[in-house]
């Protein structure tokens, strides 16, 4: 027979915590509306917590057991389950996207030196502290990793932020969430979406259509991003009363974009005089997010970069904040992941 020992409540709701010896783990919820806020509809947040952890889950009644885990995992497994409760009680109601989000936060908790509170005290959770949630939109996006979390905290605090980072790692994504949430609560005038028209492969001369249908291609992604992020016929209605401005990089010069939030996406593709007169166009109350992935630049010479020069002697000026994310931030889909790193052992 298995040991037992009893600790402490969680998230002030009275509960019973069992350690196993094998570390499996039971945690007890007595509030039958927080135990289902937990779980999510049909289990879906303790699924995604399965998926994130190993082990299998298991519920019975009120109680919600982990099984074939470690130490580590139990241990995450514990303050999970204690940041859902902590958001039930606050009147949320976590999905399977705030799960993953959580999940792969913790992943950094376990590193030798990482910041641990004393029993009872709760730490700041940047995930949820820096969580985006746009007016109209279609659900609150929450970083999904640590590095994201400070991406988000940086474009809130610097009038220009970089980021760096693979493929997949949401880049554009969360540029775009925290834009639309600035301009559609009203604290931006405008949201203007750039980037350099760069050919990889195929020459723009020879795509079908007049220039707008020509350069359509290029600008799709962003299009994407937003259509993800709020219902179309809000896009449209900022599009008509010209809240969102979609433009190639060339179109910017000679522009003063004031009050503006500007992100300049694929910014690997711009060339060192494009990037100066990108950032010579920010105005006064505008903040600019450039976007780009050092490993995938099109140009003829990759020396010629523009963000590669701007990383390079901009990073003393006050007012710019950088974030560099990597493989871990991964969050499009697990297997882009293992195709970088495959790509990067080549």
Excluded at 139 to 144: D, S
Excluded at 185 to 193: A, E, F, I
Excluded at 202 to 213: F, I, V, W
């Amino acid at each position: 027979m298995p040991k037992v020992r009893t600790l402490t409540t969680i998230g002030g709701n009275a509960s019973i915590e069992k350690v196993y010896l094998d570390e499996s783990i039971t945690i007890v919820l007595d509030d039958t509306d927080i135990l289902s806020g937990v779980c999510g509809v049909n289990d879906g947040n303790l699924k995604a917590i399965a998926l994130s952890l190993g082990g299998r889950i298991n519920t019975r009644g009120n109680e919600i057991s982990l099984s074939g885990v470690d130490k580590a995992g139990a241990r995450r497994f514990r303050t999970v389950i204690d940041n859902l409760v902590t958001a039930v009680r606050e009147g949320e109601y976590p999905t399977r996207e705030y799960v993953a989000a959580l999940t792969g936060g913790l992943a950094g908790d376990e590193s030798p030196g990482a910041e641990t509170s004393p029993p009872g005290e709760s730490r700041p959770d940047p995930l949820r502290d820096n969580l985006i949630q746009i007016p109209q939109g279609f659900a609150k996006v929450f970083p999904r990793s640590r590095n994201q979390a400070r991406y988000v905290e940086g474009m809130r605090g610097a009038d220009i932020s970089f980021c760096v980072g693979p493929a997949g790692t949401g880049k554009t994504y969360i540029a775009v969430a925290e834009a639309l949430r600035l301009v559609l609560s009203k604290k931006m005038r405008k949201l203007v979406l750039t980037r350099p028209v760069v050919e990889a492969g195929e020459s723009l001369g020879y795509l079908p259509g007049d220039l707008a249908q020509k350069i359509n291609p290029y600008l799709r992604p962003l299009y994407d991003a937003m259509e993800a992020l709020i219902p179309f016929d809000t896009i449209r209605r900022m599009e008509d009363t010209r809240a969102i401005e979609v433009a190639p990089l060339a179109y910017m010069r000679g522009r003063s974009l004031n009050d503006c939030v500007i992100i300049l996406d694929e910014a690997q593709n711009t060339t060192k005089e494009q990037m100066k007169m990108f950032l010579t166009r920010i105005g006064q109350g505008a903040r600019a997010v450039i976007t780009g992935d050092t490993t995938q630049i099109d140009l003829p010479r990759r020396f010629e970069s523009g963000l590669l020069h701007a990383l390079s002697i901009l990073s003393g000026v006050e007012g710019i904040f950088f974030a560099y994310l990597n493989t871990a931030d991964v969050v499009r889909n697990p297997i882009i992941k293992r195709i970088i790193e495959a790509y990067d052992k080549a």
